[in-house]
């Protein structure tokens, strides 16, 4: 099967994913698991949902910078959200045209704004007024323009984790709308300057959709309180969630009705270019941590099923108390049993699940812990000595 049978034949599926259990079982754990044509499929989706007028879409590299993921998303038409120096690197090394990269952060240093303009990013996304006037220094001392756009904090609470919210009005990320008045003058007057335009992100794992609606609300105010100023692009961030609990019951977002908000509820100039930053919604669900059961032990009154795969190679449960889908693919029991699973490191924090409800589980079985494509493999550390987690991949 080609690789656009196989992406339209998954897009289609509602099964559940079929793991290559031999393929795992020759494989050292633990390990991460990329399903390229689920990739390949929820790209299919994103660039019909955003096949709007001016609508571009950038993968935010920061959920996952695997360079065989960055490959397959530069080959489907995207451009790359960046924080770093590196990740503009990585970008550019994977197939994403320099222009099509925008650099975002709130801690830019002097090498990395000068590396973005000598390399020719498209915009880098300002977040304070002490980082604007650094980017006019560094481009005067160059002698070129910088393409700049403001990000404005909209004051809006997309009710997730508090360690993922950043669209309030004081946060290390961002301007308060209450400081863009004078912002939005020095770019004008600043012969430096090439204003893009502004900046939105109001935080991560978005399911309810309704903020949107409020940032569109948000959006169209400011476009008539500026409406002497010329703002060439709009740029509404990410932040969509997926599911997961239910990976395969919703394998791909709903980018039509994500899209289709903006497409209703956002007034754009003429000729006025909208831009989008998605990071989990494009590759969470393709990418699966495999861990091999090492031990099930018996507690006083709990079991613990203890695994090959820890906190270093998926963070997201000891950071954000954020909760995988945990299958185990090779018991052959009928029969369910509760157990904690924990990891080998030494901290109490090292847990990927309480109570959880599995088949009976022995030493040896595969767990896969679902939905683990964005910031997983990105996030992995080496504590405690530990090797990075490998990679494998279904074309």
């Given amino acids: 099967m080609n690789q656009n049978n196989k992406a339209e034949s998954r897009l289609a599926a509602t099964g559940p994913t079929q793991f290559p259990v031999e393929r795992f079982a020759e494989t050292p754990t633990p390990f991460y698991y990329y399903d390229i044509a689920l990739l390949r499929a929820t790209l299919e989706a994103i660039n019909r949902g955003a096949d709007h007028d001016g609508f571009h879409v950038h993968y935010a590299v920061k959920a996952n910078s695997n360079p065989e993921l960055l490959k397959v998303i530069a080959g489907a038409g995207l451009g790359a959200d960046t924080v770093s120096l590196g990740e503009i690197e990585a970008a550019i090394a994977a197939g994403f045209a320099a222009a099509d990269v925008v650099f975002a952060g709130v801690g830019k240093t002097?090498?990395?704004?000068?590396?973005?303009?000598?390399?020719?990013?498209?915009?880098?996304?300002v977040e304070s007024a002490e980082e604007l006037e650094v980017i006019i220094s560094i481009a005067s001392e160059m002698g070129v323009k910088a393409p700049v756009a403001l990000r404005v904090n909209p004051e809006i609470d997309a009710h997730t984790h508090h360690y993922i919210t950043t669209g309030l009005a004081e946060n290390k990320f961002g301007i308060a709308m209450s400081m863009l008045p004078a912002l939005m003058e020095r770019c004008r007057e600043a012969q430096e300057v090439d204003f893009r335009g502004l900046h939105f992100h109001i935080g991560s794992q978005i399911t309810d959709l309704t903020p949107y609606r409020i940032l569109c609300e948000?959006?169209?105010?400011?476009?008539?309180?500026?409406a002497g100023y010329d703002i060439p692009t709009l740029n509404v961030g990410g932040g969509l969630g997926i599911d997961y609990d239910h990976p395969d019951e919703h394998p791909i977002p709903d980018f039509e009705a994500y899209f289709g908000i903006f497409a209703e509820c956002l007034k754009l100039r003429h000729g006025q270019e909208l831009h989008f930053e998605l990071g989990r919604a494009v590759t969470g669900q393709c990418g699966s941590l495999i861990s091999r059961v090492t031990y099930v032990k018996q507690g006083v009154g709990k079991r613990f099923v203890i695994t090959d795969a820890g906190m270093t190679d998926l963070i997201r449960p000891a950071l954000y108390q954020a909760h995988h889908k945990i299958e185990n693919l090779t018991s052959q029991s009928d029969h369910c049993e509760r157990y904690d699973v924990v990891g080998p490191?030494?901290?109490?924090?090292?847990?990927?699940?309480?109570?959880?409800?599995?088949?009976?589980t022995s030493r040896g079985d595969?767990?896969?812990?679902?939905s683990a494509g964005a910031y997983g493999e990105v996030m992995a550390s080496q504590y405690n000595c530990r090797s990075l987690p490998g990679k494998l991949y279904d074309f």
């Fill in 110 to 125: 002097d090498r990395e704004i000068a590396e973005a303009l000598r390399l020719g990013v498209g915009c880098l996304n």
């Fill in 218 to 226: 948000r959006i169209n105010a400011l476009q008539e309180e500026y």
């Fill in 345 to 360: 490191i030494c901290e109490s924090s090292d847990r990927f699940g309480e109570s959880e409800l599995l088949p009976v």
């Fill in 366 to 370: 595969l767990l896969a812990f679902r």
